[in-house]
């Protein structure tokens, strides 16, 4: 019994570690649209409303918080084992 018991990570948190080896990036613009990179290549552009909804719930949030909000924005979430 001296073995650790793994510690499964929490539901919703990237388990394989895919966003902390390869962050997404975003920028506001001045016009109110969200860019949102990865590897250097625009993934998706937010406008209107749900660019508004993202800047206001990215808002106060931890870096890992915002890389999963980030994921589900573009659609890039839970890609293989959906359950």
């Known amino acids: 019994m001296g073995e ?3 510690k499964k990570a929490p539901r ?3 388990r394989r570690g895919q966003l902390e080896e390869r962050p ?3 920028i506001e613009t001045k016009d109110g649209k969200v860019m949102i990179s990865r590897d250097n290549r625009l993934v998706t552009i937010l406008s209107g409303k ?3 909804k993202f800047i206001n719930a990215a808002q106060g949030l931890s870096q890992d918080e ?3 909000l980030l994921a589900k ?3 890039h979430y839970k890609h293989g084992n959906e359950r």
Do not use: H, P, W
């Open 12 to 14: 919703g948190v990237d």
């Open 50 to 52: 749900a660019a508004e």
């Open 73 to 75: 924005a573009t659609g």
């Open 66 to 68: 915002v890389q999963l």
């Open 4 to 6: 650790q018991a793994k």
């Open 24 to 26: 997404f990036t975003y």
